[in-house]
C-alpha cells in the first residue's frame, strides 16, 4: 500500500471496506430496526465458528475514504451499524464525527479486543474468549451479546456479566451452526436465569443479508 493511503488509513480517514449495505439489525436489542451497515475489513481475533472469515484479511478489502461511506450511508438511513470485521482494529474517531455531524445515530458490535475508539449512540459488546475485551468498555456497553457454541460458554457468559454496567443488557445468542443443539438449553438457562435474554440471528431466518 502506498505511504500516503496507509497514513490516511491510520488517522482512520480511509478504512478497508468489505460491504455496506442497507438491511434489518437482525441481532440484539435493536433486532427489527431498519439500518444501514458498514463491514469494516480486518481482524486477527480468529474465532472458529466466524461467520464472515471473508472480513479478516484487510489486504483484501479496498481502502475507501470515509467520508464518502458517510455520505453513501446517509442516503439510507438514520441509523447505522458499524461492524465488521473487527472495526476497533482502527481509529473509529473519524468515521464516527462525520456520522454525527449528519445527526445520524451510530450502533457498533465489536469483541473489544482493541482500544474503544469514535462516539456510540450504541455499543454491542460481544466478547470472545481467545482475544477478551480492553477493560474501559465494560462499563460503556450498552448490550452484552455471548455466543453460545458449546456448554462452556455459559459459564463464560456469566463471567462477562460481572464485567458490564447495571444497566446492560444480556443477552445469550446461538451458534449459528449449533443452534439446534444449543437452543434448548439456552432456552432452559434463560427460564432459570432471568436477568439473560435470547438473541437469535433473524436476518438469518429472513433470508436477509
Ligand atoms: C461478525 S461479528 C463482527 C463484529 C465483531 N468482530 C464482533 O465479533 O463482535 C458480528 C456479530 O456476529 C456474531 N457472530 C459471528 N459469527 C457467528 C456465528 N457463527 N453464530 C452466531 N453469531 C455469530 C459475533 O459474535 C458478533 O456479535
Ligand atoms: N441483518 C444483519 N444484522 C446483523 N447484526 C449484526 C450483524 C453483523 O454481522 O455484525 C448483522 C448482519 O450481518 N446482518
Ligand atoms: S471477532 Fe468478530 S469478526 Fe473477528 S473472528 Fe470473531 S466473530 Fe469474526
Ligand atoms: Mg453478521
Not at 59 to 86: C, F, L, M, Q, R
Not at 103 to 115: D, F, R
Not at 136 to 163: C, G, M, P
Request: proline share 6%; glycine share 6%; aromatic share 10%.
Amino acid at each position: 500500500m502506498k505511504k500516503e493511503i496507509q497514513d490516511l488509513v491510520n488517522q482512520g480517514k480511509m478504512l478497508p471496506l468489505m460491504e455496506a449495505f442497507y438491511t434489518i439489525q437482525g441481532e440484539g436489542f435493536h433486532k427489527g430496526t431498519a439500518a444501514y451497515f458498514i463491514r469494516v475489513g480486518g481482524c486477527d481475533v480468529g474465532c472458529h465458528w466466524c461467520d464472515v472469515k471473508e472480513s479478516w484479511n484487510p489486504d483484501i478489502h479496498p481502502p475507501t475514504s470515509a467520508d464518502d461511506i458517510v455520505n453513501e450511508a446517509a442516503k439510507y438511513s438514520d441509523t447505522i451499524v458499524i461492524t465488521g470485521g473487527e472495526p476497533l482494529t482502527w481509529d473509529m474517531t473519524y468515521l464516527t464525527n462525520k456520522l454525527k455531524e449528519k445527526a445520524l445515530k451510530i450502533h457498533i458490535e465489536t469483541s473489544g479486543a482493541y482500544p474503544l475508539t469514535g462516539v456510540w449512540d450504541w455499543i454491542c459488546l460481544s466478547p470472545k474468549k481467545i482475544k477478551l475485551p480492553q477493560t474501559e468498555i465494560y462499563s460503556k456497553a450498552h448490550e452484552l451479546k455471548v455466543i453460545v457454541y458449546n456448554n462452556s460458554d455459559f459459564q463464560f457468559a456469566e463471567e462477562q456479566a460481572t464485567q458490564v454496567n447495571g444497566n446492560c443488557i444480556l443477552y445469550l445468542q446461538p451458534e449459528w451452526s449449533k443452534r439446534e443443539k444449543m437452543m434448548p438449553l439456552i432456552v432452559d438457562y434463560v427460564m432459570k436465569n432471568p436477568k439473560w435474554r435470547i438473541s437469535l440471528q433473524t436476518h438469518k431466518y429472513l433470508n436477509i443479508p
